[in-house]
């Protein structure tokens, strides 16, 4: 454990809805680095707060024409 806190795992297919990503992607994910697998009993589980930490670094996507400039 880190820091004393439990982990947060849940099965591969709940990270999945979870994420909204599907199995693919989630195996992508994993061997980026960018969410956290762990093995319990043969299952791939994942720490549901990787995926809340992937999620807040995807970028925003501003919209065309959205400059100050635009306005004045």
């Known amino acids: 454990m880190e820091n004393g806190k ?3 795992l849940i099965p591969l297919k709940e990270a999945c809805a979870k994420g909204h990503f ?3 992607t ?3 994910l994993i061997n980026a680095g960018k969410i956290d697998p762990f093995k319990m009993e043969g299952r ?3 720490d ?3 995926i809340e930490r992937y999620h807040l670094s995807l970028p925003k996507i501003e919209p065309k024409g959205a ?3 635009d306005h004045a």
């Open 6 to 8: 439990r982990r947060n």
């Open 22 to 24: 599907g199995q693919t």
């Open 26 to 28: 989630a195996y992508k």
């Open 44 to 46: 791939v589980m994942i």
């Open 48 to 50: 549901a707060d990787s």
């Open 67 to 69: 400059r100050s400039s």
